[in-house]
């Protein structure tokens, strides 16, 4: 619609010209194209939305047309594409009565350049094709709405579903874990404990009877303990991330995290790495992971950004993205969703902060940073 207008505009100026070169109004015909053209140019900037500024560039936007119409009714036909950004900017009903005024003008525009030719008979095309098209125009317009509206739905109806699947799996998963590592505690450590407690019954009903036997019982008590020992050891090095498993550090696992095939992500390491504790580095990790899910699902960013800094007595992770931004709420309290409060709960059980610095189209910078004891 854009390229039809000025593509009307600027064959409405050439014909006046070619037909009218040196009439009086010919400049005024000029200046006022020109007018016309920046006008409608600076519509995109002002937005879809009928706010009070898109409506008054609306009314400029046809008073310079009518204008123009009024002296060289060739204008006329730019009235198409005003016919959509008319639909565009004003409620349905407003915005059918001003296509209908725009019509009735360019009907009266048509008659007035048939009677200053008045070398033809009257043509009823004049009468009917104007309305046609602008009935045409508005019908596809109106279909074309109620098609993207349907669409919205669907997709929108698609996300929440996905959503959704993607809780219930969670769920299904969390539950199928709690499982697991129930099984494995009644199999092995609550085996162990029974064990222990049977035994060190045995050996107090003996102590003064039977000595030798009662240090028996103890020393079996003994074994059995170190055995459950190892297996609540083992039971928490499957809990940790497998990205943490085999020894590899953290730097190394941030390293590898992406956030999807359509967005790139970069690494930097600043700062001398030293040991970090096993929590600290479960929560750094989980915190990189979920930010980058959220850029990912939220942001719309091209890039980026994971920044791990090791200060002396501060380890701060930063994830940058080039999205869109958001305005941050004032208050934890505000924000919607899982993500942000869980990062806000890891960082805050090891004394740390988190921040959130968003400006919207100017991306958007998460900074987790957690103390660290002094190296005697």
């Known amino acids: 619609m854009h390229t039809a207008f000025f593509l ?117 095309n004049l009468l009917l094709a104007p309305p046609a098209v602008a009935a045409l125009a508005t019908a596809v317009f109106v279909h074309m709405e109620r098609q993207a509206t349907a669409q919205r739905t669907l997709i929108d109806d698609l996300i929440r579903t996905r959503r959704e699947l993607a809780a219930t799996e969670r ?36 102590w003064d009877t039977d000595p030798g036997t009662a240090r028996a019982h103890v020393r079996t ?62 929560a750094l990790l989980r915190i990189a992971q979920g930010a980058l899910a959220n850029v990912r699902e939220h942001s719309g960013a091209r890039t980026a950004a994971l920044t791990l800094s090791f200060l002396g007595d501060q380890v701060v992770l930063d994830v940058a993205d080039d999205g869109h931004g958001f305005t941050p709420t004032r208050s934890a309290a505000g924000e919607r969703g899982h993500g942000l409060p869980a990062m806000r709960a890891r960082v805050r059980q090891l004394g740390g902060t988190l921040t959130i610095e968003s400006t919207a189209g100017e991306g958007t910078v998460l900074s987790a940073s957690i103390p660290l004891e002094p190296t005697p």
């Open 8 to 124: 009307l505009l600027g064959a409405s100026v050439a014909r006046f010209l070619l037909r009218h070169p040196d009439e009086p109004r010919t400049p005024w015909i000029i200046a006022l194209g020109i007018t016309l053209a920046l006008l409608y140019v600076l519509g995109p900037a002002l937005g879809a939305a009928p706010t009070l500024r898109r409506l008054l560039w609306l009314g400029l936007v046809v008073a310079v047309w009518v204008v123009l119409v009024v002296l060289a009714p060739s204008f006329a036909w730019c009235a198409v594409p005003l016919f959509y950004t008319a639909l565009r900017t004003l409620p349905p009903r407003a915005a059918i009565v001003l296509v209908a005024l725009l019509t009735v003008f360019v009907v009266a525009a048509q008659l007035r350049l048939a009677q200053a030719s008045g070398s033809e008979p009257f043509d009823p």
């Open 171 to 206: 769920r299904a998963g969390t539950l199928a874990e709690r499982q697991r590592l129930s099984m494995e505690i009644h199999d092995t450590l609550a085996q162990h404990l029974s064990s222990q407690q049977m035994l060190l019954q045995a050996a107090d009903r003996t």
């Open 221 to 282: 008590a003994t074994d059995i303990t170190a055995r459950g020992l190892a297996e609540a050891r083992r039971l928490v090095h499957d809990l940790a991330p497998p990205e943490l498993a085999d020894g590899a550090g953290l730097p190394d696992a941030l390293r590898a995290l992406d956030a999807g095939p359509d967005i790139e992500v970069r690494f930097h390491l600043e700062g001398a790495p030293v040991p970090l504790p096993d929590r600290a580095e479960q």
